[in-house]
């Protein structure tokens, strides 16, 4: 007759078998999911690349218009300054007068 300890080896033998296995399986899948994985990011790439140029030129553009509009900004206050000036030197001419 087989004693406890002996069966309890066996057992425990023929669980790691099968965790082995398992593991074993596991890792193939993750393997494959991996590579999966990084041909999507390869495609991604290739297709981003492509709109590097347009990137760049939306950039360039928004650069642009920032230095157009803080031109105008600065026109126009400089205008608007003027203005205000010059009604307060005639303010101060009609005092003075």
């Given at each position: 007759?087989?004693?406890?300890?002996?069966?309890?080896?066996?057992?425990?033998?023929?669980?790691?078998s099968i965790l082995l296995v398992v593991l074993i399986v596991l890792s193939v899948k993750l393997i494959d999911t991996i590579n999966r994985?990084?041909?999507?990011?390869?495609?991604?790439?290739?297709?981003?690349?492509?709109?590097?140029?347009?990137?760049?030129?939306?950039?360039?553009?928004?650069?642009?218009?920032?230095?157009?509009?803080?031109?105008?900004?600065?026109?126009?206050?400089?205008?608007?300054?003027?203005?205000?000036?010059?009604?307060?030197?005639?303010?101060?001419?009609?005092?003075?007068?």
């Open positions: 007759m087989i004693d406890a300890s002996t069966f309890l080896l066996v057992f425990l033998g023929i669980l790691c994985v990084n041909r999507i990011i390869e495609e991604v790439d290739v297709k981003l690349s492509k709109f590097d140029k347009a990137f760049s030129l939306v950039d360039i553009l928004t650069d642009n218009m920032a230095l157009v509009s803080d031109k105008l900004v600065d026109g126009i206050s400089y205008v608007i300054r003027r203005l205000f000036v010059r009604k307060s030197k005639r303010k101060e001419e009609e005092i003075n007068e």
